[in-house]
């Protein structure tokens, strides 16, 4: 790391004029390139105390061991002096926007003998026309079908042109009427070029004069009982009319404009433009970029313009689609000052550019659109952020810094408590591997050796529970005995001693979601540990964690730490995650653990978090519903669903089997002797129920109207919130 006045040029030397500097590191790479008003102003600012600049700042000026400049005349040349420099060193600490995906357009190769449509990615060729670009390819090839028709252009490859030209037999376009078979000569070199000269006028948006112009040659060919003509010129108008209803009219006044809106957080920023040609947009794209120089609006929007018309020449108006410089450029924030790029831009443009904020009507409307695109693609940006290797790893190292752990730990085991009002209590255990979720790992449980809620005790139960299954595997294989330690699965100590609920629970069971928890398992991949070598399967707690998070604060956090210390474990970190303000709280300290809110840490154990909640509710949901459902005949045992229904349908309801003999349960059928003298027993020693009331009118609802109005609601599905602390 350098000491920034190592390098600091002596007082007198920076020129107070315009111009452009580049920092450079210890082996001579440019890593960073700015432009000024004054060198001498913004070049002194870099040498102030470290302390009071921007940590991005920072890290430039001590990884930087040199600074150099350039003088120019006015602030457009360094503008155009900055781009260049940008584009040709591509320094590590600029603003660099990268496409998301790499965008298609609608291309017009009229560069060769006979021109090709086709859909086209990466850098512009030299006469070729683009028209977009656009979202998806299928986008631009359901356009060009529709117009395939009016204008037969080719659009097959030189492969398949040169072998229909060797036998003399078009391809299949040409005998449909979608191309006009230039490779068998149906038509001229001349003529084929003015059609896809055609093609490219209508796709830049000249198509008033040309659907008049067809219109009227459909009622010629009326008039002169030409019907057949008629009709197919009828059916070409309807085809580029429902191509033009793909681009509806945004700007009435028939604007040519591109549209910049920028969403961004103390991290990132996401770009959407919006190309808009003759009132309609005629393309879209999108950039995002880590905010690696300390920069505001203003200048996200400065570099996101260089960007976009740092290789363009010429009026859009004249290109076609989206190339070319446009008359306005409508911006969420001017740079200051904002003449010099605007006069870029008209340079560029050959004729003045408009670089304003819109303010009203139309425009303003569109920006909105636009600025909600943007914030869609940071969000999207932000969730594909846990597939990329390098962001979990940065997240796992920043946990493991944050907590004082001596390796990042890479297995990471959340567990929440849930219950609706003390009832129905159960837990989830959710696992991350390596910052990703492991599905066929999570583990559900029931809380069992008290009643009522109480979310601390229940924290404690279920650590315990699912650590003495740790230690179980590790005694089979011999790793572990029991007289090393003794534990709180001895007897007396308030807890059963028996498998986890998760445990029992087979692993293809669904999530809420519908996410099979055995995906993993079934496609042949071991999971949950070592296998076992008695049943061939994996066994489901023979892996730690180096952390457990749980969903809460000090009190949740030191159950769990003291669960695991009368376990005799002392290699497993303990954290808790508040939700209030995001607190990380660790065992014994009375202060929590801040992380920031740009921290990839914090974000990981937030996914961690509330993935685990979502689990415990939809568990809790589910059994709520059961419950709901629960009665009389689902404690007889051997009495399975499909006779249970079969003899409330014959009976009626189950004030009537009650009642019945066992005689006349016999008569159900499939229902036996021993099973009919089995479900009168039941029924006779279950205590009917108290009546209810129905608080709205005063009525005694009868036990028939309780069991139908529990069924229709637990068929609809509970309508609460489970809690969960």
């Given at each position: 790391?350098?000491?920034?006045?190592?390098?600091?040029?002596?007082?007198?030397?920076?020129?107070?004029?315009?111009?452009?500097?580049k920092?450079?590191?210890e082996h001579?790479?440019?890593?960073?390139?700015?432009?000024?008003?004054?060198l001498?102003?913004?070049?002194?600012?870099y040498?102030?105390?470290?302390?009071?600049?921007?940590?991005?700042?920072?890290?430039?000026?001590?990884?930087?061991?040199?600074?150099?400049?350039?003088?120019?005349?006015?602030?457009?040349?360094?503008?155009?002096?900055?781009?260049?420099w940008?584009?040709?060193?591509?320094?590590?600490?600029?603003?660099?926007?990268?496409?998301?995906?790499?965008?298609?357009?609608?291309?017009?190769?009229?560069n060769?003998?006979?021109?090709?449509?086709?859909?086209?990615?990466?850098?512009?060729?030299?006469?070729?026309?683009?028209?977009?670009?656009?979202?998806?390819?299928w986008?631009?090839?359901?356009?060009v079908?529709?117009?395939?028709?009016?204008?037969p252009?080719?659009?097959?490859?030189?492969?398949?042109?040169?072998?229909?030209?060797?036998?003399?037999?078009?391809?299949l376009?040409?005998?449909?009427?979608?191309c006009?078979?230039?490779?068998?000569?149906?038509?001229?070199?001349a003529?084929?070029?003015?059609?896809?000269?055609?093609?490219?006028?209508?796709?830049?948006?000249?198509?008033?004069?040309?659907?008049?112009?067809?219109?009227?040659?459909?009622?010629d060919?009326?008039?002169?009982?030409?019907?057949?003509?008629?009709?197919?010129?009828?059916?070409?108008l309807?085809?580029?009319?429902?191509?033009?209803?793909?681009?509806?009219v945004?700007?009435?006044?028939?604007?040519?404009?591109?549209?910049?809106?920028?969403?961004?957080?103390?991290?990132?920023?996401a770009?959407?433009?919006?190309?808009?040609?003759g009132?309609?947009?005629?393309?879209?794209?999108?950039?995002?970029?880590?905010?690696?120089?300390?920069?505001?609006?203003?200048?996200?929007?400065?570099?996101?313009?260089?960007?976009?018309?740092?290789?363009?020449?010429?009026d859009?108006?004249?290109?076609?689609g989206?190339?070319?410089?446009?008359?306005?450029?409508?911006?969420?924030?001017?740079?200051?000052?904002?003449?010099?790029l605007?006069?870029?831009?008209?340079?560029?443009r050959?004729?003045?550019?408009?670089?304003?904020?819109p303010?009203?009507?139309?425009?303003?409307?569109?920006?909105?659109t636009?600025q909600?695109?943007?914030?869609?693609a940071?969000?999207?940006?932000?969730?594909?952020?846990?597939?990329?290797?390098?962001?979990?790893?940065?997240?796992?190292e920043?946990?493991?810094?944050?907590?004082?752990?001596?390796?990042?730990?890479?297995?990471i085991?959340?567990?929440?408590?849930?219950?609706?009002?003390?009832?129905?209590?159960v837990?989830?255990?959710?696992?991350?591997?390596d910052?990703?979720?492991?599905?066929?790992?999570?583990?559900?449980?029931?809380?069992?050796?008290f009643?009522?809620?109480?979310?601390?005790?229940?924290?404690?139960?279920?650590?315990?529970?699912?650590?003495?299954?740790?230690?179980?595997?590790?005694?089979k294989?011999?790793?572990?005995?029991?007289?090393?330690?003794?534990?709180?699965?001895?007897?007396?100590?308030?807890?059963?001693?028996?498998?986890?609920?998760?445990?029992?629970?087979?692993?293809?069971?669904?999530?809420?979601?519908?996410?099979?928890?055995?995906?993993?398992?079934?496609?042949?991949?071991?999971?949950?540990g070592?296998?076992?070598?008695?049943?061939g399967?994996?066994?489901?707690?023979?892996?730690?964690?180096?952390?457990?998070?749980?969903?809460?604060?000090?009190?949740?956090?030191?159950?769990?730490?003291?669960?695991?210390?009368?376990?005799?474990?002392?290699?497993?970190?303990?954290?808790?995650?508040?939700?209030?303000?995001?607190?990380v709280?660790?065992?014994?300290?009375?202060?929590?653990?801040?992380?920031?809110?740009?921290?990839?840490?914090?974000?990981?154990?937030?996914?961690?978090?509330d993935?685990?909640?979502?689990?415990?509710?939809g568990?809790?949901?589910?059994?709520?519903?059961?419950?709901m459902?629960?009665?009389?005949?689902?404690?007889?045992?051997?009495?399975?669903?499909?006779?249970?229904?079969?003899l409330?349908?014959?009976?009626?309801?189950?004030?009537?089997?009650?009642?019945?003999?066992?005689?006349?349960?016999?008569?159900?059928?499939?229902?036996?002797?021993?099973?009919?003298?089995?479900?009168?027993?039941?029924l006779?020693?279950?205590?009917?129920?108290?009546?209810?009331?129905?608080t709205a009118?005063?009525?005694?609802?009868?036990?028939?109207?309780?069991t139908?109005?529990?069924?229709?609601?637990?068929?609809?599905?509970?309508?609460?919130?489970?809690?969960?602390?």
């Amino acid at each position: 790391m350098a000491d920034p006045s190592s390098y600091r040029p002596k007082p007198g030397q920076i020129p107070d004029s315009p111009g452009v500097y580049k920092f450079r590191d210890e082996h001579g790479r440019v890593i960073y390139v700015g432009k000024a008003k004054s060198l001498r102003q913004r070049l002194s600012s870099y040498f102030q105390d470290i302390t009071n600049l921007h940590q991005r700042t920072a890290t430039m000026v001590t990884t930087a061991a040199a600074v150099e400049w350039t003088v120019v005349s006015t602030e457009v040349e360094a503008l155009q002096l900055e781009y260049s420099w940008i584009k040709e060193f591509d320094p590590r600490f600029n603003v660099k926007y990268r496409d998301d995906k790499s965008y298609p357009s609608l291309a017009v190769t009229m560069n060769e003998e006979f021109p090709r449509v086709q859909v086209m990615r990466g850098p512009k060729r030299r006469g070729v026309r683009y028209f977009g670009p656009y979202a998806h390819a299928w986008a631009i090839r359901e356009t060009v079908d529709l117009l395939l028709r009016v204008f037969p252009v080719r659009t097959c490859s030189a492969g398949v042109f040169k072998r229909s030209a060797q036998i003399g037999r078009p391809c299949l376009l040409g005998y449909i009427g979608k191309c006009s078979a230039p490779c068998v000569g149906r038509i001229s070199e001349a003529d084929h070029r003015e059609l896809a000269e055609e093609f490219c006028d209508f796709m830049a948006g000249h198509t008033g004069t040309y659907l008049r112009r067809l219109e009227q040659r459909m009622k010629d060919a009326a008039s002169e009982m030409e019907y057949e003509q008629a009709a197919r010129l009828r059916d070409d108008l309807e085809a580029l009319r429902r191509a033009m209803e793909k681009n509806a009219v945004v700007l009435a006044d028939a604007t040519d404009a591109d549209l910049i809106a920028v969403a961004e957080d103390e991290l990132e920023a996401a770009v959407q433009i919006f190309h808009v040609r003759g009132g309609r947009v005629r393309g879209q794209r999108g950039w995002v970029t880590d905010r690696v120089e300390a920069v505001d609006t203003a200048g996200l929007v400065e570099h996101a313009i260089q960007q976009l018309y740092g290789d363009e020449q010429g009026d859009a108006a004249q290109s076609g689609g989206s190339g070319g410089v446009p008359k306005e450029v409508l911006v969420p924030a001017l740079p200051s000052p904002a003449e010099p790029l605007a006069l870029w831009l008209s340079d560029r443009r050959g004729s003045q550019v408009s670089l304003r904020v819109p303010q009203r009507g139309d425009k303003k409307d569109l920006m909105a659109t636009v600025q909600r695109n943007a914030q869609q693609a940071l969000a999207l940006h932000k969730t594909r952020r846990a597939s990329d290797l390098t962001t979990r790893s940065r997240a796992l190292e920043e946990i493991a810094t944050a907590l004082d752990l001596d390796t990042a730990p890479l297995r990471i085991e959340c567990y929440d408590i849930s219950h609706l009002q003390g009832d129905d209590v159960v837990a989830s255990m959710v696992v991350f591997e390596d910052g990703l979720a492991r599905k066929s790992e999570y583990r559900r449980f029931q809380i069992k050796s008290f009643a009522g809620q109480d979310d601390v005790r229940s924290m404690h139960e279920v650590i315990s529970r699912r650590f003495r299954r740790y230690l179980l595997e590790k005694q089979k294989t011999g790793e572990w005995e029991p007289d090393q330690q003794r534990t709180a699965a001895e007897p007396g100590n308030g807890v059963h001693d028996q498998a986890p609920e998760g445990a029992r629970h087979d692993a293809r069971h669904d999530t809420e979601d519908g996410s099979p928890h055995g995906a993993d398992e079934a496609a042949g991949e071991p999971v949950g540990g070592p296998i076992d070598p008695d049943t061939g399967r994996p066994r489901k707690f023979a892996y730690p964690p180096q952390l457990v998070v749980v969903d809460g604060g000090q009190p949740q956090v030191a159950a769990a730490r003291r669960a695991l210390d009368e376990l005799g474990i002392a290699d497993v970190f303990v954290c808790g995650l508040a939700k209030r303000l995001e607190e990380v709280w660790v065992p014994g300290d009375d202060d929590p653990v801040i992380l920031p809110r740009s921290s990839e840490g914090l974000y990981l154990l937030q996914r961690v978090r509330d993935e685990a909640h979502r689990f415990a509710i939809g568990y809790q949901r589910s059994k709520r519903s059961k419950s709901m459902k629960s009665g009389a005949l689902d404690a007889v045992p051997g009495l399975g669903e499909t006779r249970r229904q079969a003899l409330l349908k014959h009976f009626g309801s189950l004030k009537r089997l009650r009642a019945a003999t066992v005689e006349e349960i016999c008569e159900v059928q499939g229902i036996g002797r021993r099973t009919a003298e089995t479900v009168a027993a039941a029924l006779a020693s279950a205590a009917p129920a108290a009546p209810a009331v129905n608080t709205a009118t005063g009525e005694i609802i009868e036990e028939d109207d309780r069991t139908a109005a529990g069924t229709a609601q637990a068929a609809a599905g509970p309508q609460h919130r489970g809690k969960s602390t």
